[in-house]
């Protein structure tokens, strides 16, 4: 069983910047692509960005594009989103989880989750 434990988060000022962690443990994460997904209030849940097992292929949303980069470091188990120029508009509970094949086009078919961490976008 992979288990997610999310850190980072909290309050930014607009065009701040911060930096996610999606730490997995049971497994090795080398064989899961990592997605990050976010809800905002009274918001459907979307996805946000998805790398590959070996980070050979990753993709972002139009919104965050430019933007937001994620990565991994399979050696340490962790996978991060940077959060640069940072909108009132991001402000949401970011999600991590994984599964056990390639990035899917629609985010879909997650098996493990992460519990989720709060960003707030605000001045």
């Known amino acids: 069983q992979l288990q997610l434990v999310q850190s980072g988060g909290g309050l930014v000022q607009p065009g701040g910047s911060l930096r996610l962690s999606c730490a997995a443990s049971?497994?090795?994460?080398?064989?899961?692509?990592i997605a990050w997904f976010r809800q905002a209030p009274g918001k459907e849940r979307e996805g946000v960005s998805c790398?590959?097992?070996?980070?050979?292929?990753?993709n972002y949303a139009d919104s965050v594009k430019g933007r937001f980069t994620i990565s991994r470091d399979n050696a340490k188990n962790v996978a991060y989103l940077q959060m640069n120029s940072l909108k009132p508009e991001d402000t949401a509970v970011y999600y991590c989880?994984?599964?056990?094949?390639?990035?899917?086009?629609?985010?879909?078919?997650?098996?493990?989750w992460g519990k989720g961490t709060l960003v707030t976008v605000s001045s």
């Open positions: 049971g497994r090795a994460l080398d064989y899961y692509a």
């Open positions: 989880a994984a599964r056990m094949a390639g990035c899917s086009k629609d985010y879909s078919g997650m098996d493990y």
């Open positions: 790398i590959s097992g070996y980070g050979g292929t990753t």
